[in-house]
């Protein structure tokens, strides 16, 4: 795959989005813990598509914000999601603290601040521009199911504004353009968990995994898109060294079955002595090992 560009193509129309890789990957909360957040529309599908990593929707919907059933965007990462994407050259960091997002505007130049807020215009103006076209097909419909006569009910509605007028910005783009911040083209090694390698071993092989907190594990496993599959395997890391409670081996196992999923251990292989040092092929292996209860 090429790295400078990739294009996905919306569901819901023929007309395809390209999308620039890498492509920015937001991160907050500074001190108070880490979110990795896409913004954009586009982004997030081609994540899904291309790397088969969906993230959790959290976004309150823009018509609906009374509920919290159906979310929007953004898109919020995992961090292991995050350090596969950018360990691919796929995205990078931007740290949107508020210390890190000031600096980052004060280092704009005129040009690049007018660009900016350019493309944020352009964008609100596209918004209600298929505002306008919608209530344009739903006032002919409506015409249409009452058998009114030509003339009655037809006044035309009022286009929307292209200049820099106060309503200019009446309509909020659901998709928002990347933000100003300080990049960074890694995440630390010490902010990723020690079940990192578990996962970037099962993500490799094709697998989807999501949060797995409400099945008491670390994954959820899938064989494809979660949308369209059921989870095969409750996935847990482990230390190859580590001691593992029979009690707990047991728990999982039979929970594992009791909802006709498999029970999965896995973690890094520790190189026999002297192996791989010196020719500098000393990597992570990963070996997985799957636990089922019978008589179920």
Same mark, same amino acid.
């Given at each position: 795959?090429?790295?400078?560009?990739?294009?996905?193509?919306?569901?819901?129309?023929?007309?395809? @989005?390209?999308?620039?890789?890498?492509?920015?990957?937001?991160?907050?909360?500074?001190?108070?813990?880490?979110s990795?957040?896409?913004?954009? &529309?586009?982004?997030?599908?081609?994540?899904r598509?291309?790397?088969?990593?969906?993230?959790?929707?959290?976004?309150?919907?823009?018509?609906?914000?009374?509920?919290?059933?159906?979310?929007?965007?953004?898109?919020q990462?995992?961090?292991?999601?995050? &350090?596969?994407?950018?360990?691919?050259?796929?995205?990078?960091? @931007?740290?949107?603290?508020?210390?890190?997002?000031? *600096?980052?505007?004060? *280092?704009r130049?005129? &040009?690049?601040?007018?660009?900016?807020?350019?493309?944020?215009q352009?964008?609100?103006?596209?918004?209600?521009? *298929?505002?306008?076209?919608?209530?344009l097909?739903k006032?002919?419909?409506?015409?249409?199911?009452?058998?009114?006569?030509?003339?009655?009910?037809?006044?035309?509605?009022?286009?929307?504004?292209?200049?820099?007028?106060?309503h200019?910005?009446?309509?909020?783009? &659901?998709?928002?353009?990347?933000?100003?911040?300080?990049?960074?083209?890694?995440?630390?090694?010490?902010?990723?968990?020690?079940?990192?390698?578990?996962?970037?071993?099962? @993500?490799?092989r094709?697998?989807?995994?999501?949060?797995?907190?409400?099945?008491?594990?670390?994954?959820? @496993?899938?064989?494809?898109?979660?949308?369209?599959?059921?989870?095969?395997?409750? *996935?847990?890391a482990?230390?190859?060294?580590?001691?593992?409670?029979?009690?707990?081996?047991?728990?999982?196992?039979?929970?594992?079955?009791?909802?006709?999923?498999?029970?999965?251990?896995?973690?890094?292989?520790?190189?026999?002595?002297?192996?791989?040092?010196?020719?500098?092929?000393?990597?992570?292996r990963?070996?997985?090992?799957?636990?089922?209860w019978?008589?179920?």
């Amino acid at each position: 795959m090429d790295s400078s560009s990739s294009s996905s193509s919306s569901s819901s129309s023929s007309v395809s @989005v390209s999308v620039t890789e890498p492509f920015a990957i937001s991160r907050t909360g500074g001190s108070r813990g880490r979110s990795y957040l896409l913004h954009d &529309a586009s982004t997030a599908r081609h994540v899904r598509r291309t790397y088969g990593l969906g993230g959790v929707l959290i976004g309150s919907l823009p018509s609906f914000p009374q509920q919290n059933v159906f979310l929007g965007l953004p898109t919020q990462l995992m961090v292991e999601e995050a &350090a596969w994407l950018v360990e691919r050259g796929a995205g990078y960091i @931007v740290d949107e603290d508020e210390a890190g997002h000031r *600096a980052a505007m004060r *280092a704009r130049s005129p &040009a690049e601040h007018h660009a900016f807020t350019r493309a944020l215009q352009r964008e609100a103006h596209r918004a209600a521009a *298929a505002v306008h076209l919608q209530a344009l097909r739903k006032r002919d419909k409506a015409r249409q199911r009452l058998q009114l006569p030509p003339g009655i009910g037809a006044e035309p509605c009022p286009p929307p504004d292209d200049d820099d007028g106060p309503h200019a910005f009446s309509i909020t783009p &659901a998709t928002s353009p990347a933000t100003a911040g300080v990049r960074h083209a890694s995440i630390a090694a010490a902010s990723l968990p020690a079940s990192y390698p578990l996962f970037a071993h099962l @993500v490799a092989r094709g697998y989807f995994l999501s949060p797995g907190l409400r099945f008491g594990c670390q994954y959820l @496993v899938y064989p494809g898109d979660p949308l369209r599959f059921h989870s095969h395997f409750l *996935a847990r890391a482990a230390g190859w060294d580590d001691e593992l409670d029979l009690l707990e081996l047991v728990a999982g196992g039979r929970l594992g079955t009791a909802v006709k999923k498999a029970f999965l251990l896995g973690g890094v292989v520790l190189p026999r002595d002297g192996e791989g040092e010196g020719d500098g092929t000393r990597e992570r292996r990963v070996r997985t090992f799957c636990i089922e209860w019978g008589g179920m």
